[in-house]
């Protein structure tokens, strides 16, 4: 996907006002989604109305339904991710200022960062996994610590979410999470985030850097985990460089599939995720990962115009 196409220049006021509408989009679509999800496992699942409170109140007590909360958390993503955004671009936003999706194209994409993508993917993890340690360390001040408690009972909670839905008992449960917790996300967060928000921001600030840090800050605080905000930002902001440099909103839609996808297979392989990474083996991930950075940047840009700052 290319930078945002326009006709006309928008002003700042029109700007705000068309990511003010993208946000009522996507909370009405969220909304809408919610309803329509509940509506199409009462049945198939043959829930009753009491024990389909029960379960969206606390899933876990039901392991017996863990495809009907992939199923919902599979419909809630398509339309929140896929479908708002792709409803905002063609009915809601400014006709008169469109952002053209021309360049979701992987044949347009040079074939070397196909290979370097999952590289600096999988070479950021153990980089990331010991900021995520830090970063769950976080102690707030003593007047905060109401805060802090609902912070820690609201990350418990997701991960707990988490467990249940990434403890597979059989291939087709894989699969299933697969598809609906890297496949649909690795499309509509990057959709929504990188190819919408991060261009609209640009549009208003006509900084590329500040778009890709604020629109990275949004996709990781909307995961409302405070003790993984870090090191999702950091995530977030390197799909966005990739897709900037690129020009191509494929390659963060594939960065954010083997970063998801990879952490399935190695829990379905068992290997243990929680184990602590040794600040060494950080420090030369880190190393590895800027390589890869570095020559990513160097070929995507290679006789192509720069973002203007």
Same mark, same amino acid.
């Given at each position: 996907?290319?930078?945002?196409?326009?006709?006309?220049?928008?002003?700042?006021?029109?700007?705000?006002?068309?990511?003010?509408?993208?946000?009522?989009?996507?909370?009405?679509?969220?909304?809408?989604?919610?309803?329509?999800?509940?509506?199409?496992?009462?049945?198939?699942?043959?829930?009753?109305?009491?024990?389909?409170?029960?379960?969206?109140?606390?899933?876990?007590?039901?392991?017996?339904?863990?495809?009907?909360?992939?199923?919902?958390?599979?419909?809630?993503?398509?339309?929140?991710?896929?479908?708002?955004?792709?409803?905002?671009?063609?009915?809601?936003?400014?006709?008169?200022?469109?952002?053209?999706?021309?360049?979701?194209?992987?044949?347009?994409?040079?074939?070397?960062?196909?290979?370097?993508?999952?590289?600096?993917?999988?070479?950021?993890?153990?980089?990331?996994?010991?900021?995520?340690?830090?970063?769950?360390?976080?102690?707030?001040?003593?007047?905060?610590?109401?805060?802090?408690?609902?912070?820690?009972?609201?990350?418990?909670?997701?991960?707990?979410?988490?467990?249940?839905?990434?403890?597979?008992?059989?291939?087709?449960?894989?699969?299933?999470?697969?598809?609906?917790?890297?496949?649909?996300?690795?499309?509509?967060?990057?959709?929504?985030? @990188?190819?919408?928000?991060?261009?609209?921001?640009?549009?208003?600030?006509?900084?590329?850097?500040?778009?890709?840090?604020?629109?990275?800050?949004?996709?990781?605080?909307?995961?409302?985990?405070?003790?993984?905000?870090?090191? @999702?930002?950091?995530?977030?902001?390197?799909?966005?460089?990739?897709?900037?440099?690129?020009?191509?909103?494929?390659?963060?839609?594939?960065?954010?599939?083997?970063?998801?996808?990879?952490?399935?297979?190695?829990?379905?392989?068992?290997?243990?995720?929680?184990?602590?990474?040794?600040?060494?083996?950080?420090?030369?991930?880190?190393?590895?990962?800027?390589?890869?950075?570095?020559?990513?940047?160097?070929?995507?840009?290679?006789?192509?115009?720069?973002?203007?700052?």
């Amino acid at each position: 996907m290319s930078s945002p196409t326009q006709k006309n220049t928008p002003t700042n006021i029109e700007t705000w006002w068309s990511i003010n509408k993208l946000v009522v989009t996507v909370i009405l679509t969220w909304l809408i989604s919610n309803i329509i999800a509940v509506g199409v496992a009462m049945p198939m699942f043959d829930f009753s109305e009491k024990t389909m409170v029960e379960f969206i109140a606390n899933p876990i007590i039901y392991p017996q339904y863990k495809m009907a909360m992939l199923q919902i958390q599979g419909i809630i993503s398509v339309f929140t991710f896929v479908a708002a955004p792709m409803f905002y671009l063609k009915y809601v936003d400014n006709v008169a200022n469109p952002i053209v999706l021309s360049r979701i194209e992987p044949i347009s994409v040079k074939p070397l960062l196909w290979i370097l993508t999952p590289l600096i993917v999988i070479g950021f993890m153990p980089v990331d996994s010991w900021i995520v340690e830090w970063n769950q360390s976080i102690a707030l001040p003593e007047a905060f610590k109401g805060i802090e408690q609902w912070a820690k009972e609201t990350e418990n909670q997701l991960q707990a979410l988490t467990k249940y839905l990434t403890s597979f008992d059989n291939i087709i449960e894989f699969l299933a999470a697969l598809v609906i917790l890297s496949v649909v996300p690795a499309i509509g967060e990057e959709l929504l985030f @990188r190819g919408v928000l991060q261009n609209k921001i640009q549009q208003l600030t006509k900084n590329y850097h500040v778009a890709i840090w604020i629109a990275a800050f949004v996709f990781s605080a909307i995961h409302f985990q405070f003790y993984g905000f870090v090191p @999702r930002l950091l995530l977030g902001a390197l799909f966005g460089y990739l897709y900037v440099w690129s020009g191509n909103l494929a390659i963060p839609m594939l960065a954010h599939f083997v970063n998801n996808g990879f952490t399935l297979l190695l829990l379905y392989a068992g290997v243990n995720l929680d184990t602590t990474v040794p600040i060494e083996f950080a420090a030369l991930s880190f190393v590895l990962v800027s390589t890869f950075v570095y020559f990513f940047k160097k070929i995507a840009t290679e006789n192509t115009q720069q973002p203007t700052l």
